[in-house]
Each structure stands twice: as C-alpha cells, then as structure tokens.
C-alpha cells in the first residue's frame, strides 16, 4: 500500500516552529516523529492529512537528563533502544527500561519514540485494516461510520490502547510536558488518557507533546513489565502488567500496578497500592492482587486471542509480577 498524497512536509527546528504550524494547519495536520505507527496508518488511509510535520530535528526533545534535586527528564523524541540502554534509567527507574525493551522490534526500536508510545493511537481487528477491509465491514466510530464492532450496538469505541512504556510510566507518577501556542504546561501522564477509544487522549490539535518528567520519589523502586503477544519478536501487547515496589524491613512500603492492552487506556490499579502497602508478599497475597487486576481488564474482541484469555493473563501475569519483584528476579520477558 502506497502513501496517500499530501501537499508538504513540514520540518521545524525548535518546539516554537512545529507549534505554529500546528497550530496554522489545525486539523490538517499529522506530526511525525518516529513514524513506526503514522506511516502504515497512513498507508491503511486511517489519516490522509495534507501536511505532516516532520518533527525529527528538533534537538532538544532527544535524550535522557538528570535533574539534581527534581529527577529526570527524557526528552519526547528518545527513542526506546536509547532508554533501554540508559544506564541511569536502568540504576534509578528499571521498570521503564525493562518496558522499553519489549517494543516491537530492535528496528522499530532504534526508531520509535517515547512521546510516539505515549500518544500511540488505539487498535482493534476492524480499525486497522486496509480501505478496502473497513469499507466492506461498513466502517466503524472510530472511522467513517457509526458501529462498534468490538461490542455490538454500543455507541462507545472500544479500541484498545497498546503502548508499553505507559504502564511503567504511570507507576512511575510521570507528568508530561505539552506545548501549545499559549505556552507549556505539565501534567500528571494519568489525567491524560479519556479512557474513551476514538478520542483517547487529551491532545489539542495545536499541541505538541514534548517531554517526560520522573520523579526523584519514584526513583530506585525495584519494577518488572511482563507482556503478552502472539509473535515475541514484534507484536504489540495484548495484556501488559507492570510493578515498582520498595520495601522497610521486609515489608512493602510502596507499590503501584499498571495494566495496558485490555482497555482504551492504561489504568493505574490503585487499590493494588492499598492492598500491599505494609505487607509482606506471599502467594495469596500475589493471588488477590493479580485477581484485582483482573477485574479492572475490560478486554473485549480486538485481537486474534479471546477477552476471556487475556483476562486471565492479566491475573497470571500480575501475580507473578508481584513475585517476581518482591524477590529482586531478573525479568523473563514475554
């Protein structure tokens, strides 16, 4: 499948630039940053915009920064093969290096970007396809049409959100630094998501997100990711657990979950905070987590394996996070 023709491509310098031209172009506009999402969308004619917005250039949204005193800041466009070699954020956040290391391919890798993986456009069987795929299915809400084929007769999209750097940033209590004509403003990464398939984020389209920002409360927290797919070399999540704990004398002084891939957003479990907080982790314990997790999984038919399945490796996978992290193991990834 060929590209869709588009009048120009924009290359700004500075952050400034590529928000004016948002900004100018409105909704006619696509940014791209590392492309391993945009571009097959764009072949699938999901977008046809008339200008994309090359925002590859602009320096200094690139690399991994120690603040003294705050924390770190990476940089939107740091591609995950440069977090997963970051030996800061391996010392200081592991669950998100561990996260990083399970995108895709180490292609893709080499090429998509954390602010990409943040913003990554939701999935499911009947949206992303081929023109020709959607036009026969008589389209969907989420494009062209007025159906859901995920949950027949709703008038909600469900789409699933499937990015793995989320989950271990929303354990991480990251914000997010976004760039509007009215200058900048940070957020905390978990009031970004809608929960909302077809308008998942809480992106203008003038606005450009341009860094994350991890706390130095959040730092030399032991973490795991642990995620589900069909091809281990490639594929997307379809379910994905990640854990930071830190424990005092033996006993959990902190601990936070995140799930992605069974909803429209990734959802911090916040009951599972409340559960371990001042205990020491067992098998049951690890059980009644991973069996809350569950319940927060909203998985419905939008891949190739059954909602019922990934639901219940959202319970696996959460307990043996759990586990796992509790005892400082290495991570074997799925």
């Known amino acids: 499948m060929s590209l869709p023709e588009f009048k120009l491509l924009l290359r700004p310098r500075t952050v400034e630039e590529a928000v004016g031209l948002l900004a100018k172009h409105a909704n006619n506009i696509r940014v791209l940053a590392g492309g391993t999402d945009l571009i097959p969308s764009m072949r699938q004619k999901l977008f046809e915009p008339q200008y994309v917005l090359d925002i590859r250039h602009i320096s200094e949204l690139k690399g991994v920064h120690p603040r003294p005193g ?6 939107a466009l740091t591609t995950h093969t440069t977090l997963e070699r ?10 998100l290096t561990e996260a990083a290391g399970t995108v895709a391919s180490p292609l893709l890798r080499n090429m998509g970007t954390i602010g990409g993986n943040i913003c990554l456009d939701t999935r499911c069987l009947w949206y992303n396809q081929s023109l020709t795929w959607r036009k026969a299915c008589g389209f969907c809400i989420k494009k062209d049409g007025d159906l859901c084929h995920v949950a027949p007769g709703g008038t909600k999209c469900w789409a699933a959100f499937s990015g793995d750097t989320p989950p271990a940033l929303l354990c991480l209590n990251a914000e997010i630094e976004i760039a509007s004509p009215s200058g900048m403003r940070r957020v905390p990464l978990r009031e970004f998501y809608t929960g909302i398939g077809d308008s998942y984020r809480k992106l203008q389209a003038d606005e450009l997100l341009t860094r994350v920002f991890l706390p130095d409360t959040s730092a030399y927290y032991h973490g795991i990711y642990r995620k589900l797919r069909i091809r ?78 990934r639901r219940e490796m959202i319970r696996v996978f959460t307990k043996r996070a759990v586990l796992a992290v509790a005892n400082n193991e290495s991570l074997v990834r799925h």
Not at 86 to 93: E, M, P, T
Request: aromatic share 4%; net charge negative.
């Open 232 to 309: 281990g070399s490639i594929d997307y999540p379809l379910a994905g657990v990640a854990v930071v704990l830190k424990r005092s004398n033996g006993h959990v002084a902190d601990a936070r979950l995140a799930i992605t891939a069974v909803n429209p957003a990734p959802i911090l479990i916040v009951g599972a905070t409340q559960m371990l907080a001042g205990k020491v982790i067992d098998e049951s314990l690890a059980d009644a987590v991973g069996d809350l997790a569950a319940k927060t999984a909203k998985p419905l038919t939008t891949s190739a394996l059954t909602p019922e399945y």
């Open 86 to 95: 970051s030996d800061l954020l391996r010392q200081r956040y592991p669950v």
């Open 70 to 75: 705050t924390g770190v800041e990476i940089g």
